[in-house]
């Protein structure tokens, strides 16, 4: 099993919410920071959640960012919830 983050520093979970009408649009604005912004994955799923996207950042504060500078800030996001992946020894 490979470390949390390998070489490029922190991995997360980030579960994103639409709002009714704006899943497309967020997605295409998801899919253009990928390789800007370390969104490594994402996936569209079903259930409370719209979203999952995996992203990696060199350290804790830089994973804050993108989620609340970048992720947060894009119009028909409602709600983020970011899951930090940790090593288990």
Request: proline share 1%; glycine share 12%; aromatic share 4%.
């Given at each position: ?6 070489a ?48 990696t ?33």
């Open positions: 099993m490979a470390k949390a983050g390998g490029r520093g922190m991995k997360a979970y980030v579960l994103i919410e639409t709002a009714a009408g704006k899943t497309k649009n967020v997605k295409k604005a998801l899919a253009k920071m990928r390789s800007a912004s370390h969104v490594e994955n994402l996936d569209a799923v079903t259930g409370p959640y719209d979203f999952i996207a995996v992203v950042g060199a350290n804790l504060d830089a994973i804050g960012s993108l989620v609340t500078d970048d992720i947060g800030t894009i119009d028909g996001v409602t709600r983020t919830t970011t899951c930090v992946a940790v090593s288990l020894g």
